[in-house]
């Protein structure tokens, strides 16, 4: 199954990255419907503020809800407002509209069957207009913000990233914490799966994140397989996170074999792709290896002084976060409380570097939140996975320990990435099993990791 989303998302490249004649895939580059123009199965168009795909030939026919040759995917890139629901709609699964002042989103393709006639039936209560800030009422997209009223993303308020001493930074140069989550790899809950643009919207505006980590794993049925499927994949969740004002941490999942020169032909390959695609974009965060394991940092280095020249020749800006010996445990793992000596002594050649640290709260304890306390004060770190339960993902979560790691974090302006968005049966996942499937993205739908983690992003 997970060949054949990939195999559709290659065929329909134009489809999975809106992308434009040039081959940019931004918001901008979907053109306004025009009644003069012919559209095909498969072009999208933006009209009355909100994008819409074409099912087949058409020409002259207004997008709208009642039509049933165009599906409304989603607000435009300015928008955020929910038509009202008519009796003439046609609506398909992830259409959200307004019916008796609450939003409410179809499950499946309805026509002609109001919200709250059935409770059994294709609608989804979302929630009370008067419990928003605004954003999900009808007839606003025209309208003037207040002044304190704009709403205002994360890449909104901090711009380009940057790396100043041992801290990450806004374009200002004043120190950031950003928090958020990582997917799980894309081989298994990638776009489709537990990645839509309905649970995005829930990550960006519910849960208030302001990173999301594309986890794309190598080996074990990832890139190897199929860089062009994969890399076209992560291109589609860059668009939907920058449309959303979010940072994408783009992580090239090594993990077995733990050296990752054995993997630099690939890394030099999919980074020059990536970076090629989003140069001009400030949104973009990228790790180059995941968890190096079994190999001394000298041979970390020279693998990443081999792929940051690949990224620099198209972005010269973007943070760059290496992983490091021991699963990216600043090398506690293989030589104790002596591993961020090696980094300081022979750091990565280049600017905007930051160091991976990765911790699992069940089973890392008190030494390692001194060791990491210690080591922020030498060099820059970005905990790009992290978890409240063991280092495999699963057994129970220890939340005193995480929120002692959260402390730590806090006190030393580390942004960090929470394991996983998905509704995988590990303690890990963060949405009850069969989210995906059915499509519910809220909060009756969370697991305890999902309820807990999502306070802290919210509060961060």
Not at 165 to 184: F, I, K, R
Not at 202 to 208: I, Y
Not at 356 to 366: D, K, L, N, R, V
């Amino acid at each position: 199954m997970k060949k054949t989303r990939r195999n559709f998302l290659v065929r329909g490249g134009v489809i999975a990255g809106f992308l434009s004649v040039t081959g940019t895939a931004t918001a901008e580059s979907i053109r306004i419907w025009d009644a003069e123009k012919v559209y095909r199965d498969g072009d999208y168009v933006t009209y009355n503020n909100y994008v819409w795909e074409a099912h087949w030939y058409t020409k002259g026919q207004e997008p709208a809800d009642s039509a049933a040759v165009w599906n409304r995917i989603r607000a435009h890139r300015e928008t955020d407002g929910y038509p009202s629901w008519t009796p003439e709609g046609i609506y398909r699964n992830g259409n959200r509209v307004v019916y008796e002042d609450a939003v409410w989103e179809a499950q499946w393709w309805t026509e002609n069957q109001a919200p709250l006639t059935d409770p059994w039936g294709p609608w989804d209560y979302i929630k009370d207009i008067e419990q928003t800030d605004g954003s999900d009422s009808t007839d606003t997209t025209d309208e003037e913000p207040e002044d304190g009223d704009t709403m205002t993303t994360p890449v909104d308020q901090y711009g380009q990233l940057q790396v100043l001493g041992t801290d990450l930074c806004d374009e200002t140069g004043s120190p950031v914490q950003l928090a958020g989550m990582s997917t799980h790899g894309l081989q298994w809950h990638g776009w489709g799966d537990s990645i839509t643009t309905n649970s995005l919207d829930v990550l960006a505006t519910d849960w208030e994140s302001e990173l999301c980590r594309i986890a794309m794993y190598v080996q074990e049925e990832g890139y190897e397989t199929d860089p062009t499927g994969f890399t076209t994949e992560v291109n589609r969740i860059i668009e939907e996170l920058t449309d959303r004002g979010l940072y994408a941490l783009v992580d090239f999942h090594t993990l077995d074999p733990g050296n990752p020169m054995d993997n630099l032909e690939n890394a030099q390959r999919f980074f020059d792709d990536i970076a090629a695609e989003h140069a001009e974009k400030d949104n973009i965060i990228f790790e180059i290896c995941n968890e190096p394991n079994g190999v001394d940092w000298e041979s970390i280095k020279t693998y990443a002084e081999e792929v940051i020249p690949v990224i620099r020749q198209h972005d010269p800006d973007s943070p760059v976060v290496v992983g490091t010996r021991g699963w990216s445990s600043l090398g506690f793992a293989d030589i104790g409380s002596d591993g961020p000596q090696e980094i300081v002594d022979n750091p990565v050649d280049g600017e905007n570097i930051l160091y991976a640290y990765h911790f699992y709260a069940a089973s890392h304890g008190q030494w390692e939140r001194d060791q990491l306390d210690a080591a922020a004060d030498e060099l820059p770190i970005f905990v790009t996975e992290c978890g409240s339960m063991e280092y495999d993902g699963d057994g129970p979560s220890d939340f005193d320990s995480t929120q002692s790691f959260m402390d730590v974090m806090a006190d030393n302006n580390i942004s960090w990435a929470f394991w996983n968005y998905s509704d995988d049966w590990r303690t890990s996942g963060v949405w009850k099993e069969g989210t995906a499937e059915d499509g519910t993205w809220t909060a009756e739908n969370l697991t305890e990791t999902g309820d807990w983690i999502r306070t802290q992003i919210k509060d961060n």
